[in-house]
């Protein structure tokens, strides 16, 4: 099954999104459980997931992804970052299962100064005080460009934090195509050997996520900056072979457009739907 959706705005409910999501052909979404930029979190509707938790199973939505507010840093050694973001994390985690069996990405952060293996320690630290045995949730760590002091651009670095993991089968890796890219990995003219090097470094057992993601830079430059799919330098024809590709195409693929509306995610979704059933 091609399991594609985009990022998806909360507002309104997570019924809505679901319906969003059918109504563009997509069959998973994700969203910020809380303010990107900030930490407020708007109290759950029990009707609201009762309802969304009636309705996505008819409509083929079997994983929905949450993603962490930017402004948790679990490398960070400062006591009020550590303490805002285990407060997040643990809240997150604990509303996550209100919606079993979801997928949950953070960004692993910033070293801010720290040696980058203490950084990594402090990743792992955090998760293993958060995750715990009964949870359903799966807790994914991003990729990143390696932009500033940031952890987890490299897949060393990931596979660093992981081994790391007290809990190793709660947790795993979101493959973001447009921080690979910008991290140096050569997605466009040599994928096979990135995904190989992937399995060798982490494991494929780990990738239980991508966001599809197009870049406005050049490969290497440790930037971040999306483009809409195909007008960027990743472009549309690699980025059809990521959800083409027989070791990547079983994974939930997530669209994160710098022009988020409901009719561009669609249009893209078509074409990478074509792309899917033309392979």
Known sequence: MFTIGCHLSDKDGYLHMAKDAVS???????????????????ALDPKDVAAFRAYAPEHGIDVIMGYAPYTVNP??????????????????????????????????????????????VQVAAALNDVVTPSQTTRVLLETMSGSGTEVGSTFEQLAAILEKIDLRD???????????????YDIVDDLD???????????????WAIHLNDSMDARGLHKDRHASIGDGRIGLPAL?????????????FYLEAPDPTLAKYGATIEKLHQARANA
């Open 24 to 42: 563009i052909d997509a069959n998973t979404f994700q969203f910020f459980t809380r303010n990107p930029r900030g930490g407020a979190q708007k």
């Open 193 to 207: 050997g990135v995904v190989e090097e992937f399995d060798r470094v982490i494991g494929l057992d780990k990738l």
């Open 75 to 120: 490398a960070s050694n400062k006591m009020s970052e550590h303490d805002f973001t285990m407060m997040v994390l643990a809240e997150d985690l604990a509303r996550m299962e209100e919606t079993p069996h979801a997928l949950y990405t953070l960004q692993p952060g910033s070293a801010l100064g720290q040696p980058e293996d203490v950084a990594l």
């Open 240 to 252: 059809a072979a990521m959800v083409n590709h027989p070791k990547l195409r079983a994974a939930p």
């Open 170 to 184: 709660h947790v795993g890796v979101c493959f973001d195509a447009c921080r690979v890219w910008g991290a140096g």
